[in-house]
Structure formats: structure tokens, C-alpha cells
């Protein structure tokens, strides 16, 4: 999944639940579930994610929604082999992105 949002500081649930095509309870709930989570809440407790948290949540959306993973094996594999696991999900995305402009270059030959 690659998510597009544009570049700033934080972003509301709100924001976050769209860019993922998710509800915002799901993403309430990754939340109190996942540590790695980690998204400042205002005065009111709204929650505003940082560019790491959408890094985290890319990669926990990858694993629960993508490969299948319950919420434990997620949790399990993130403590044991986060930096790996980040490591391939990041090259997976490059590759998918480099597949999506040769396939717009060869649409356009």
C-alpha cells in the first residue's frame, strides 16, 4: 500500500484513516495495541501522527492487512525483527514504485 499524503508534521486520524482506507477506530486501536505507535495527543487527546508513525503503521498495515499476520504474530515480529522486517517493506515499496513508472513508460511508448 502506498499511502499519499502530503509533507508536513502531523497528521489528524482522520487524515491518516483515509490515506490507509481504514476506519478511524481501526487506527485507535492499532494504536493502544502497538507500541511503536507513538502519536502526540493535544489538549483535547487528539491524536496527531508524525511521519515515523505513518512509517509504523505502513508496515503494520503490511503485516496484519497484506501478509496476514494476527495482531500477536505482528506484535512478535516487530519486537524481534522490526528493523528487517522495515528493511524489506521498504524495498518492496521502492520496487512497486519503479514497477508503476515502467509500466507508465511502456503505456506511453
Request: hydrophobic letters at 35%; proline letters at 2%.
Given at each position: ?11 489528524s486520524i ?11 477506530s481501526?487506527?485507535?486501536f492499532?494504536?493502544k ?17 508524525t511521519?515515523?508513525?505513518?512509517k509504523?503503521l505502513?508496515?503494520i498495515?503490511h ?22 522486517a ?10 512497486e514504485?519503479?514497477?508503476a ?9
Amino acid at each position: 500500500m502506498h499511502i499519499n499524503l502530503p509533507e508536513k508534521l502531523y497528521y489528524s486520524i482522520g487524515e491518516v484513516a483515509k490515506a490507509f482506507d481504514v476506519n478511524t477506530s481501526l487506527i485507535r486501536f492499532w494504536d493502544k495495541e502497538f507500541d511503536i505507535l507513538k502519536p502526540k495527543k493535544n489538549a483535547k487527546g487528539n491524536r496527531k501522527f508524525t511521519q515515523e508513525d505513518l512509517k509504523n503503521l505502513s508496515l503494520i498495515y503490511h503485516l496484519v492487512k497484506e501478509r496476514g499476520f494476527t495482531l500477536e504474530g505482528a506484535k512478535l515480529h516487530l519486537k524481534e525483527q522490526k528493523q528487517k522486517a522495515l528493511s524489506n517493506y521498504e524495498i518492496i515499496r521502492k520496487l512497486e514504485g519503479v514497477k508503476a513508472e515502467l509500466t507508465k513508460i511502456k503505456d506511453q511508448l
